[in-house]
């Protein structure tokens, strides 16, 4: 039931973005004009500039793995994490619903590293860092943009985003402390030991083992590296963003590109639509608005146009990259097709075992 409301959630996220994002016959013309004004001489720097930090972020993000594992007992060799990491960023993007955030954590259980739920663990305190990061910088960004022309979502979704992750937190704090305790005070809350016993004992294993997971937060060290990597990630994403915009002639500030990459961040956090078609889209026209004006959002005007096109070629880019990145760790001796058909859904049944095994 859970994977059939995610799925319906995802195509529906899929549909209204692509509606909102759809161009009308003056609006394609806008965007052919805008893609026709590209120069190769002089935007190949630009181009080159940009896979070159997408390779840094590439990096960042995958490597940083490590220090979340690294206080569980687990340390992956370089080309095992990154293959690893790669296959599953590809599945992240591939797949509706954030059904690609399993796959990592199911291709560590089969490798013998440890247990599905507790990497699981990690990847939630990768998600909710990450998110509690963006959320501060948007929320800063949008907060020096207020004021009586600022458009009335702005700063309901900084508020919004920055209580969600603030939030998330705290509760791995209290997790980290009172796991049992936690647990238990979140099923009640959930009403399932009522509802279905069984379940609900089963969820308690697998969200105890997960929670081993959060290691890292006692891990003074290890966190100090995973941040100092995470912000390198984020850096890089930023900069690279503002890059590819200089080369299509959009005058964006450093400021911009920071608030408007947050922006995407925040909003892909959403149950994505598949291959974040139509969503990546459309968060990154909403941010370029707040500092490029509200023409962006306005079919057929050549800003608009050039917006569009804009946010059609970093998302492609991106893609190919990922797509591209991920195939290669399946080419690799690390991952194969078969460890990913084996890399299923995690279910009750198998982290239960996961658990009782460790």
């Known amino acids: 039931m859970k994977l059939a409301v995610n799925l319906a959630l995802s195509l529906g996220m899929l549909g209204l973005c692509v509606y909102l994002v759809w161009p009308d016959a003056s609006a394609r013309a806008q965007v052919d004009a805008a893609l026709h004004g590209l120069h190769w001489a002089s935007f190949w720097p630009y181009l080159a500039g940009y896979l070159a930090l997408l390779?840094?972020?590439?990096?960042?993000?995958?490597?940083?793995?490590?220090?979340?594992?690294?206080?569980?007992?687990?340390?992956?060799?370089?080309?095992?994490?990154?293959?690893?990491?790669?296959?599953?960023?590809m599945a992240i993007l591939a797949l509706p619903a954030r059904l690609g955030e399993f796959v990592r954590p199911a291709l560590l259980r089969q490798k013998g590293h440890l247990s599905a739920s507790a990497a699981l663990g990690t990847v939630a305190v990768e998600r909710i860092v990450d998110g509690l990061m963006v959320s501060l910088l948007v929320f800063a960004a949008f907060f020096a943009l207020r004021g009586p022309d600022a458009p009335s979502w702005m700063m309901p979704t900084a508020y919004a985003?920055?209580?969600?992750?603030?939030?998330?937190?705290?509760?791995?704090?209290?997790?980290?402390r009172r796991p049992r305790a936690t647990v238990h005070l979140a099923l009640r809350l959930s009403l399932l030991p009522h509802l279905a016993p069984k379940v609900a004992r089963v969820l308690?294993?697998?969200?105890?083992?997960?929670?081993?997971?959060?290691?890292v937060l006692r891990d003074g060290k290890n966190l100090l590296a995973f941040t100092a990597w995470s912000i390198a990630y984020w850096v890089a994403n930023g900069v690279s963003l503002?890059?590819?915009?200089?080369?299509f002639h959009i005058d964006l500030s450093m400021i911009g590109a920071f608030a408007t990459m947050g922006l995407v961040a925040v909003g892909i956090t959403l149950p994505n639509s598949p291959g974040l078609v139509g969503q990546y889209q459309w968060f990154t026209m909403l941010g370029l608005s707040l500092y490029l004006g509200h023409g962006v959002l306005d079919d057929g005007t050549a800003i608009?146009?050039?917006?569009?096109?804009?946010?059609?070629?970093?998302?492609?880019?991106?893609?190919?990259?990922?797509?591209?990145?991920?195939?290669?760790?399946?080419?690799?001796?690390?991952?194969?097709?078969?460890?990913?058909?084996r890399a299923r859904k995690l279910d009750p049944d198998a982290a239960a075992s996961d658990a009782a095994g460790q």
């Not at 308690?204 to 290691?215: C, P, Q, V, Y």
Request: aromatic share 12%; net charge positive.
């Open 55 to 89: 390779a840094v972020t590439h990096f960042c993000r995958a490597w940083r793995w490590n220090n979340l594992l690294a206080p569980l007992g687990v340390r992956l060799p370089g080309g095992q994490l990154l293959a690893i990491s790669s296959v599953g960023f």
């Open 161 to 176: 985003a920055l209580g969600i992750f603030a939030a998330a937190l705290v509760f791995l704090v209290f997790a980290m």
């Open 242 to 247: 503002w890059l590819l915009a200089r080369g």
């Open 204 to 215: 308690e294993d697998k969200l105890l083992e997960m929670i081993r997971g959060f290691d």
């Open 304 to 341: 608009n146009g050039l917006a569009l096109a804009f946010s059609i070629c970093l998302h492609l880019i991106q893609v190919i990259w990922y797509m591209a990145m991920g195939a290669l760790g399946m080419a690799s001796r690390h991952v194969s097709f078969a460890d990913l058909r």
